[in-house]
């Protein structure tokens, strides 16, 4: 191509124009997870249209359990697709972080005598630990995989949360002539889950610590050897004179 003087100069491309990043079907799945969280607060707030009783309670836990089954549902896809993307890796955390803790600071208000306080404070402390360990796991170079305690943990949560939605207006179901007490389940899976939290916060400490442990000996030995390296001039300088 010849090129005269005073032609605007055009950078010319070998191959199609690169296609617009999209994002993928388990990221799309994660963000439904996230829109869920300001729907929830509306529906578990007074301004909700719908006031007859019951629906209320479960709309709520619906939506809840709906949004629980997509936290598996997204990971599941990302693995069998092989379309696991540092985006995913990101929002990921942050929905299930979201949607813990939404959930336990709306059941302190919507249903005090069954979370109180001081639980949703414990089950959402332990959650921003797991994070910080991880977050210093990462950059150590290696990770934390979620232990059994902690899948039994996630659980029990789900069972706590939707009971607790639920006994908001109802105490006792008459299901085909047996009773099923909503109450005595919230209660129960509200302190199960309180106990377990504590149990799998240690969990993750102590495989964090072992880990980190042996992540700090590396270091030593590279640095170690580095010095070593360092030191040898000055020894073979002696050593000539």
């Known amino acids: 191509m010849t090129v005269l003087p005073g032609m605007p100069l055009r950078v010319l491309r070998n191959g199609p124009a690169p296609k617009a990043v999209s994002v993928n079907l388990p990221n799309s799945i994660t963000l439904s997870r996230i829109a869920t969280v300001p729907l929830l607060i509306w529906v578990l707030s007074p301004k909700f249209p719908v006031h007859t009783p019951g629906d209320q309670e479960f709309i709520a836990a619906g939506l809840f359990i709906l949004?629980?089954?997509?936290?598996?549902?997204?990971?599941?896809?990302?693995?069998?697709?092989?379309?696991?993307?540092?985006?995913?890796?990101?929002?990921?955390?942050?929905?299930?972080?979201?949607?813990?803790?939404?959930?336990?600071?709306?059941?302190?208000?919507?249903?005090?005598?069954?979370?109180?306080?001081?639980?949703?404070?414990?089950?959402?402390?332990?959650?921003?630990?797991?994070?910080?360990?991880?977050?210093?796991?990462?950059?150590?170079?290696?990770?934390i995989d979620a232990s059994e305690i902690g899948k039994l943990k996630t659980v029990i949560q789900i069972v706590a949360v939707v009971a607790g939605i639920l006994n908001h207006g109802w105490d006792q179901w008459n299901w085909w002539g047996f009773p099923i007490?909503?109450?005595?389940?919230?209660?129960?899976?509200?302190?199960?889950?309180?106990?377990?939290?504590?149990?799998?916060?240690?969990?993750?400490?102590?495989?964090?610590?072992?880990?980190?442990?042996?992540?700090?000996?590396?270091?030593?030995?590279?640095?170690?050897?580095?010095?070593?390296?360092?030191?040898?001039?000055?020894?073979?300088?002696?050593?000539?004179?």
């Open 67 to 143: 949004a629980s089954i997509t936290d598996g549902v997204d990971g599941y896809l990302a693995r069998r697709r092989g379309q696991i993307t540092t985006l995913g890796m990101l929002l990921d955390p942050l929905a299930d972080k979201l949607m813990v803790t939404t959930a336990f600071i709306l059941l302190v208000a919507y249903n005090p005598r069954v979370m109180p306080p001081w639980i949703a404070v414990l089950v959402i402390g332990r959650e921003f630990l797991v994070t910080g360990l991880r977050s210093i796991a990462s950059s150590e170079g290696f990770t």
């Open 181 to 241: 007490g909503v109450h005595l389940i919230a209660m129960t899976a509200t302190y199960w889950m309180a106990i377990v939290s504590i149990i799998s916060a240690v969990d993750y400490f102590v495989a964090f610590w072992r880990k980190i442990d042996h992540a700090s000996d590396r270091r030593r030995k590279r640095r170690s050897s580095v010095l070593s390296r360092r030191k040898k001039p000055a020894v073979e300088a002696e050593s000539r004179s």
